[in-house]
């Protein structure tokens, strides 16, 4: 039996693009929406079609998909916004939790969380001025876990969609775990929906959450979803035998490594990506961790898919 669970598919960048995208929910359709990596922020009057290649709802592969900004400046914010409504657009994430220090160094994603004033200021400027709704997706803060306590009850005045928190600081980046502690201190001083994003990597891991919140129903994964791509499905109620977790994750491999060989220039570029997407991967062969090693010195596209064929015997 399904849960009523809305799960999210997290932004990662270098790895969650459209194609990824369409093509796990192709086969793992258990995700109810996901987060696209931020647009590169820019100044644009026109904002090519390249720049907006990824979040292009035409041709859209099935899953319902949020662009998301992180811009520091609400002129910059509204620009973009409004070019993403011409476009289609109902819904504008806003990333205010990036840990990259080349990111928060230039006072964007967590690194403008320190800036209270300056980020109710904006949102002054922008809610007035796009008709999508808007969305935020936090961290604590960048230094502190006190900063998030400075922001929440500020943005009780604006009609957010929700507000999507990954209890842990900038600074850690993903390091430690997930203050849970932090989020429940969040969820009492917040009149927004509030969604879960952070350390979701076992369907028990879910279920100790679900527990733990039972007012929360919105939540976002992204790391256990690489590393198995079967868990949301597993969250919702469903379950899979041996075989049908390898046939499953074989066809969506072969479907993903066959489009990316017809989209990237070159072996060099292809056997990066699938280098940075069997980091996660592997976690679904625990007994074949030895793998991976093969798969990361494999030279050429021979050597890597002899490896992999051997994970999937």
């Not at 980091?279 to 062969?285: H, P």
């Amino acid at each position: 039996m399904e849960t009523k669970h809305f799960l999210y598919l997290a932004p990662i960048r270098g790895i969650t693009d459209r194609l990824f995208r369409d093509i796990y929910h192709h086969h793992f359709p258990y995700f109810n929406a996901a987060i696209a990596p931020f647009i590169n922020p820019q100044r644009s009057i026109n904002f090519n079609n390249k720049l907006l290649a990824d979040v292009n709802p035409m041709g859209n592969g099935g899953l319902v998909t949020i662009p998301q900004l992180m811009y520091n400046t609400a002129e910059d914010f509204i620009s973009l916004g409004k070019r993403l409504e011409d476009i289609g657009y109902t819904h504008i994430n806003w990333n205010l939790g990036c840990p990259s220090p080349m990111v928060a160094n230039k006072q964007r994603g967590s690194g403008l969380l320190p800036y209270t004033d300056r980020i109710i200021e904006m949102l002054e400027e922008i809610i007035p001025a796009l008709r999508a709704e808007i969305s935020l997706k936090v961290r604590l803060g960048f230094k502190t876990p006190h900063e998030i306590h400075d922001l929440l009850p500020r943005l009780d005045q604006f009609p957010l969609k929700e507000i999507i928190i990954h209890p842990r600081i900038g600074k850690q980046l993903y390091r430690g775990r997930a203050d849970r502690q932090a989020f429940a201190d969040c969820s009492e001083v917040s009149r927004h929906l509030l969604v879960y994003n952070g350390d979701i990597n076992t369907a028990e891991d879910f279920r100790e959450l679900a527990n733990r919140f039972k007012g929360i129903d919105h939540w976002m994964i992204g790391r256990g979803a690489l590393t198995n791509p079967l868990l949301p499905g597993e969250i919702k109620g469903h379950s899979f035998t041996a075989a049908e977790r390898k046939e499953l994750l074989s066809g969506f491999h072969d479907d993903l490594y066959n489009q990316l060989q017809i989209r990237l220039s070159g072996p060099g570029h292809l056997l990066n990506r699938m280098k940075q997407i069997w980091a996660y991967l592997i976690g679904s062969f625990s007994e074949e961790k030895h793998i991976l090693k093969k798969i990361r010195k494999a030279s050429t596209t021979r050597h890597y898919e002899r490896a992999v064929a051997k994970l999937f015997q």
